[in-house]
């Protein structure tokens, strides 16, 4: 699906971005011992991994299905993005809390010839995550539409592209927060300012991973097609042979399966073979409408008039 291979594109953007900016920010921590720059150092970390669970997610998503998982393992994907949430909360967020809490007990300054060396490499960091962020943003505008940002995280049904937006949109505050932690320190030499800088960060990716688990764990459940391909499945099901539809249930089996189950409304004078013939035609229009439906099944029946009380 073209989307999809946007979403490995942005993984792979986000990956190579962190994987640099972890390594940099790790030797800025350890030539000036700045608790802001630990906590970004193990936040690039653990967003690095994340990249890695997902790029993983996708890959084993992409299993056939078998006698024990009929309907594939498209879900998969959902699974490694909530336990994303998990790291970046953990890893990321808690981290980050505990280091701020160590340095506002021990608020010592940043000294010594390497001063200069958080700022560069943060100046640096926010223009390798500027450009992962512009790749996240360019990708899902293919699939945005006239969506805003919110709606958008909020429905999209493949996890990677969400992910990874938050990820750097979350990435590029805490440099922010980063910066001034470090400069306010360097100005005053009070090491207080770097344990808020730190705190700051913690907190927003505490905040990022609830949206990320509370997102995910409701594709998890299983959430049903858009409104839009709902109603275009529910128009494709009426045609010859099939009157009307009397109700209709649909559910993501994975981003880019559909499985739909309907009862629908047939001519009570036709025959066993006109029915099964109007079946075939309704999943062919159903199938040609909203493509990524996959897995079809049609109940046959009789609109009932209701009864009038006596």
Same mark, same amino acid.
């Given at each position: 699906?073209?989307?999809?291979?946007?979403?490995?594109?942005?993984?792979?953007a +986000? =990956?190579?971005?962190?994987?640099?900016?972890?390594?940099?920010?790790?030797?800025?921590?350890?030539?000036? &011992?700045s608790?802001?720059?630990?906590?970004?150092?193990?936040?690039?970390? +653990?967003?690095?991994?994340?990249?890695? &669970?997902?790029?993983?997610?996708?890959?084993?998503?992409?299993?056939?299905?078998?006698?024990?998982?009929?309907?594939?393992?498209?879900?998969?994907?959902?699974?490694?993005?909530?336990?994303?949430?998990?790291?970046?909360?953990?890893?990321?967020? &808690?981290? +980050?809390?505990?280091?701020?809490?160590?340095?506002?007990?021990?608020?010592? #300054?940043?000294?010594? !010839?390497?001063?200069?060396?958080? =700022?560069?490499?943060?100046g640096?960091?926010?223009?390798?995550?500027?450009?992962?962020?512009?790749?996240?943003?360019?990708?899902?505008?293919?699939? !945005?539409?006239?969506?805003?940002? *919110?709606s958008? %995280?909020? @429905?999209?049904?493949?996890?990677?592209?969400?992910?990874?937006?938050?990820?750097?949109?979350?990435?590029?505050?805490?440099l *922010?927060?980063?910066?001034f932690?470090?400069?306010?320190?360097?100005v005053?030499?009070?090491?207080?300012?770097?344990?808020?800088? @730190?705190?700051?960060?913690?907190?927003?990716? %505490? =905040?990022?991973?609830?949206?990320?688990?509370?997102?995910t764990?409701?594709?998890?459940?299983?959430e049903?097609? @858009?409104?839009?391909? *709902?109603?275009?499945?529910?128009?494709?099901?009426?045609? #010859?042979?099939v009157?009307?539809?009397?109700?209709l249930?649909?559910?993501?089996?994975?981003?880019?399966?559909?499985?739909?189950?309907?009862?629908?409304?047939?001519?009570? $004078?036709?025959?066993?073979?006109?029915?099964?013939?109007?079946?075939?035609?309704?999943?062919?229009? *159903?199938?040609a409408?909203?493509?990524? $439906?996959?897995?079809?099944?049609?109940?046959?029946?009789?609109?009932?008039?209701?009864?009038? #009380?006596?």
């Open positions: 699906m073209a989307h999809e291979g946007g979403g490995t594109r942005a993984i792979l +986000a =990956l190579a971005a962190n994987l640099g900016i972890a390594a940099t920010k790790f030797v800025a921590y350890l030539l000036t &011992l608790s802001s720059m630990l906590a970004e150092a193990v936040h690039s970390l +653990a967003d690095s991994g994340n990249q890695l &669970l997902l790029l993983l997610g996708g890959k084993r998503a992409r299993r056939e299905a078998d006698v024990d998982h009929p309907f594939g393992y498209g879900r998969e994907r959902y699974v490694y993005s909530f336990i994303v949430s998990i790291v970046l909360f953990s890893l990321g967020g &808690l981290f +980050a809390l505990y280091e701020a809490w160590h340095k506002w007990q021990d608020p010592h #300054p940043i000294e010594g !010839r390497w001063w200069w060396v958080p =700022l560069a490499v943060l640096a960091s926010m223009v390798l995550e500027g450009f992962s962020f512009r790749t996240a943003i360019k990708e899902s505008n293919h699939t !945005r539409g006239d969506q805003s940002w *919110v958008f %995280v909020r @429905t999209a049904k493949a996890p990677e592209l969400p992910v990874v937006l938050l990820e750097d949109f979350g990435a590029l505050i805490g *922010v927060l980063a910066f932690g470090v400069g306010l320190t360097l005053t030499g009070n090491g207080k300012f770097d344990a808020l800088g @730190t705190a700051g960060i913690g907190v927003l990716l %505490v =905040l990022i991973a609830i949206v990320l688990a509370l997102e764990k409701s594709l998890l459940l299983g049903s097609a @858009t409104a839009k391909d *709902v109603e275009a499945i529910s128009t494709a099901l009426v045609g #010859p042979g009157t009307s539809v009397i109700h249930r649909t559910l993501h089996l994975g981003p880019e399966e559909l499985l739909v189950a309907a009862k629908i409304e047939v001519d009570g $004078a036709t025959s066993a073979a006109d029915v099964a013939a109007a079946i075939d035609a309704a999943e062919l229009r *159903v199938r409408a909203v493509p990524i $439906a996959r897995v079809i099944y049609l109940e046959p029946d009789l609109r009932r008039a209701v009864e009038s #009380p006596a």
